[in-house]
């Protein structure tokens, strides 16, 4: 069963929502989507804040929050029930789901669409090939140990075409590589980085 996962801030501003009848969680609805693709104007933030009676801060994070839900339920392809269960589940009104459960479902497909136009199409490792080379001696120098190493890299780039690459380096700067290479290999499985791919994987 797929369902949001909210963080303490999210569930405070959830609950916050109910203070609001479905035609203004409505309204919120419409302005978050609109936000997806426009950065909301201070000025109009400031004026609905003032009409609302509440911080223009408060009312930009149930907005950001509402966008939030839009994209995630895009993302994930979530369904009606799940989407409902993960909201009601943390406090908010089940009239007032309903609402922001048919903003979601109504702008699912064009929000997925919108997403795949804006992935980054990314080169995938398929083949590495490699061979060492060792100079001996020159001309001008008659004892001499040169080692080099010629990595060939096979890619695919999703459309059935093969892109390969030749790196010629010495010892030393593939050791640095390696070592680049480890050290992003760890931060990947940090806890931060784990957030991020979870919000655009």
């Not at 501003?13 to 693709?37: A, Q």
């Not at 799940?82 to 699912?108: D, H, R, T």
């Amino acid at each position: 069963m797929v369902q949001l996962h909210f963080n303490d801030r999210q569930k405070e501003t959830i609950i916050f929502l109910n203070s609001f009848d479905d035609s203004i969680i409505g309204e919120f609805c419409r302005i978050s989507t609109e936000s997806i693709h426009k950065e909301i104007n201070s000025k109009t933030l400031n004026n609905a804040a003032a009409k609302l009676n509440i911080p223009p801060m408060q009312l930009k994070e149930m907005l950001d929050l509402i966008a939030w839900i839009i994209i995630e339920g895009a993302r994930l392809s979530i369904n009606e029930k799940e989407l409902q269960e993960s909201m009601i589940i943390v406090g908010l009104k089940n009239e007032l789901a309903n609402v922001i459960v048919a903003s979601v479902m109504n702008n699912m497909h064009l929000l997925q669409n919108y997403m795949s136009n804006m992935r980054i199409n990314t080169l995938s490792y398929n083949n590495l090939e490699w061979r060492l080379d060792v100079k001996l001696a020159t001309r001008s120098v008659l004892e001499l140990l040169e080692p080099e190493v010629i990595l060939k890299f096979d890619f695919d780039d999703g459309k059935n075409k093969k892109e390969v690459k030749i790196l010629q380096t010495d010892v030393v700067n593939l050791n640095n590589l390696t070592n680049n290479l480890e050290e992003a290999l760890n931060e990947i499985k940090s806890n931060h980085c784990r957030r991020v791919f979870r919000n655009i994987v």
